[in-house]
């Protein structure tokens, strides 16, 4: 009974030796890879922030040069309208005078016609 017991004994300790083995082995692999892997990681991660953020530098450059030509744009445009506007308004003060001017000059002869007509008919009476 006893030779069985050491026999099972010895058993058991060679399991738990190969189980310890496996398991150290285990770890100084993962050691291994995070002590090589882990730097190549950590400056693949900082390559990625500073190419995203140069994207987004490049990209909000790009918004604001559109924005500068739409609002160049938009004032040239508002130029462009006030000049027109300024010179249609022109036209009709222009319009407006002349105008007047027909109609005092047509109201004029009216004034004297009617004179004119007061005066013959005077005469004739």
Do not use: W
């Amino acid at each position: 009974v006893a030779s069985y017991i050491e026999e099972k004994t010895t058993i058991l300790r060679n399991e738990c030796g190969k189980e310890i083995a496996n398991r150290q082995e285990s770890i100084e692999s993962l050691q291994t890879l995070l002590e090589n892997d882990l730097p190549r990681i950590q400056e693949a991660i900082k390559a990625e922030a500073i190419e995203r953020e140069e994207r987004d530098t490049e990209f909000m450059t790009g918004i604001q040069e559109e924005i500068q030509s739409m609002h160049s744009n938009f004032m040239e445009e508002k130029k462009s309208s006030d000049e027109t506007s300024e010179a249609m308004l022109e036209m009709l003060r222009e319009m407006v005078t002349r105008v007047k001017g027909d109609i005092e000059g047509e109201k004029k002869e009216r004034e004297l016609c009617e004179d004119t007509l007061l005066t013959l008919l005077e005469e004739t009476c």
